[in-house]
């Protein structure tokens, strides 16, 4: 079967990606929902703010009061009170009349505008004089200006910003319809693999991927389900693929970047019923023995052993894949994350796959300078040293020094 | 007192919120590290990885024996053995012979190279024919190539990235010294506010500024302890600010926007033993009216009560202080979250002050175009239509359209 499969491209594989559902809705209080992704439509249950609002501190008054009032022929009117904060005013504003009122404060009724109180000065407790005139509506805000009821505050697929979380507040909402958190079971396999609570022999290496892998799942608003280490063994990694099917949305098995083992998870992901494999091998560097199966609705990734192949992987597909699942709306973000930068030297490539380049980035002046971290392949500590990636296109043969860059930066 | 006090610039505002020093540190497991703030520097306590490591699938042999080896003349060498993933080799390398081993398998004693299995030919089980000399260390990685014991893995100030987490794995660390998460206690001021879940009489408002400035502390990887909504009286405005210093590590009233608010969150502050105000006004807009005071070692900050002014200082120096406190190296970040855009029209801007405009950011082409949103001075939709924040400098008086400027992104 295996041998049927082209390798894909990245926008193969992107277009693969989509082919996910998102996971189910729940509701989930206001106070939890940052950074959730909304399920469903947010519209307006009510005209925002509600009343006649004034946006400065000053006297609600009819502006035609005001007409024709300058420095030199100031308008006298009578102050008839104040209006308190968040109370509905105990007076009414005839011809003639003002009111003191603060920012924020609701319009008594008969003023159809507010009067800066740097515009204004009291003569007695009872008078006031007006410098200037104003226009009607002016330094208010209308009952509708903010939000009209029945109106659309927030998209399905938003994810939840701190703003976001505050307009829902000043709406009135308690609880909001959200896609639950995608559940990811994390597997590592490798006979080589021991615990990172055990010293190793030599030979041995410490099980890097289910932290990389769940710290990557959390830093994308999904929750890791650590399902274990495994051994390069049919049966043993059988049962943790089923277990982790049973407890997760998705189940992502590292390791295997080696002929023996890739094939064994191939074998293993062919065992379940309704088992269809959609990506073998991807057109990128590093990165390019990657597995992408289909069991059920569920979608199974097998990933390249090797740390920092793995988390090209992760940063270039997993990103994307876990926004589906979590029904985030758009597939790329607004470009957060993406800083220009000038290129320190040149890269040669080979055309017809994607190379994926650790890159550090240094300030020079108004610039950013990305330097280019080649290291032998295996080594783990390019990984510390990087801030982002750079992308060099399969239809490039290169970059060149000094070329303007887009590097995508890593995040904590 | 509050008389002498002159509006302080953006840039002496930052230098004052470097004052505070980062909280205490405590021991993290290594599950829980991620987005974490180490508080010691983290030093190699091994070689790493420790042997001496093959990076390709072949056979171990010593380099000498395919010196002259080419496809026409290959070498011909003995398999004595294969070496097993994680195992110490049990077979050595002589003169003459050789040793399959994987990606990530150890050298054998005796062997200096590998030879890629592609310029391999098994002619029987124990005849290799190599159609290409290697150099010594060909295709191998050194004990310490990775981490030498004892040199710098990471620095204190580093906050984790999964890749971080990944290396303290390989290294064997099961928990790291970080930085305590710092805790916000947030107070929301004001008659005119009320719960969530209350209906407002017309002229009041929803409590806004608990959810959003929750919300940005969970961003900034900081603890939100809501100490709740107070109206505008000394004695409960003084128990709560007491109740937030006793329970958190720093203060934020929000509220207090109109000069009445304003003065009782002074004469609050002042009432403590060891209260210095340090900021009473920025040049900044929206934003102005923000106080700054240190309690102890504590800070407390006064914010405006209208959340649009309010995030825009929380962006501009609430995520910088709690930096900060967190113990994060390095004041600015890598530039993540700021993303060049063409200005899609004039904006004008009163200069002696630094303007804080929301943008929308929308892509055309290669390009980002940013436009900016502007509305009545009270409006909270603007928030949910904004995408990033755009600084028209104090020393400009304005920017043009089709002008190249940064804009910083939202995050969720």
Redesign the interface.
């Known amino acids: 079967m295996t041998l049927f499969f082209k390798v894909k491209t990245t926008e193969e594989v992107l277009e693969i990606i989509k082919g996910f559902e998102p996971v189910a809705e729940e509701t989930v209080s ?2 939890q929902s ?2 959730r992704v909304l399920s469903r439509d947010v519209v307006s249950p009510e005209d ?4 006649l ?1 004034s ?3 000053g006297y609600a008054i009819r502006a035609k009061d005001s007409f024709g009032a300058n420095e030199s022929l100031p308008a006298l009117l009578e102050v008839v009170g104040e ?7 105990s007076v009414a504003i005839h011809k003639g009349q003002a009111a003191k009122i ?5 319009l008594p009724e008969g003023a159809d505008g507010v009067v800066m109180v740097e515009y204004s000065q009291l003569l007695d407790e009872k008078t006031v004089e007006v410098s200037r005139a104003i226009s009607p509506q002016e330094n208010v ?1 209308q009952p509708d ?3 009209k009821k029945g109106s659309l ?2 998209p399905k697929g938003a ?16 609880e909001v319809w959200a896609h639950k958190r995608p559940r990811v079971a994390v597997i590592s396999t ?5 615990p ?2 055990q ?18 799942c ?2 994308e608003g999904a929750e890791p389900q ?1 399902i274990g280490l495994c051994r ?1 063994n049919f049966e043993d990694l059988q049962t943790m693929v089923e277990k982790g099917l049973n407890r997760a949305n998705t189940v992502w098995i590292s390791g295997g ?4 083992t890739r094939d064994l998870t191939l074998k293993v992901i062919e065992s379940f019923d309704g088992s269809e494999l959609l990506v073998h091998g991807i057109s990128i560097s590093p990165g390019k023995p990657t597995i992408i199966a289909r069991i059920g609705a569920q979608a199974v990734f097998g990933l390249p ?3 920092a192949s793995a ?1 090209v992987v ?1 940063d270039v597909f997993l990103a994307p894949f876990l926004k589906r699942l979590s029904g985030e709306g758009g597939f790329s973000g ?7 930068a000038r290129l320190s030297r040149n890269i040669e490539s080979a055309s017809g796959r994607d190379d994926y380049i650790r890159v550090k ?1 240094t ?1 020079k002046g108004q610039e ?1 300078i990305a330097e280019p971290l080649f290291g ?6 390019t ?2 040293d ?3 990636l750079l992308r060099v296109d399969r239809n490039t043969e290169g970059l060149y020094q000094d070329q303007i860059v887009d590097v995508m ?4």
Chains 1, 2 share one sequence.
């Not at 603060?102 to 609701?106: H, L």
Request: aromatic share 8%; with cysteine; hydrophobic share 40%.
């Open positions: 206001l106070a940052f950074s925002l703010p509600g009343f609002r946006t400065v501190d209006i308190g904060m968040g109370q509905v005013p603060s920012t924020g404060g609701m805000i200006d903010d939000f505050v927030l994810r939840l910003r701190p703003q976001d979380v505050g307009v829902l507040a000043g709406l009135g909402f308690k490798g006979d080589e693999v021991i990172v609570d010293k190793p022999y030599p030979g041995q290496v410490r099980d890097i991927n289910t932290y990389t892998l769940s710290a990557f959390i830093q650590v390069d970047s080696s002929v023996g052993g090797h740390t988390m992760a607004k470009g957060c994350g993406v800083v220009r980035l300030r950013w032998k392949s295996g080594l783990i500590s990984l510390v990087a801030d982002g930066v890593f995040r904590s």
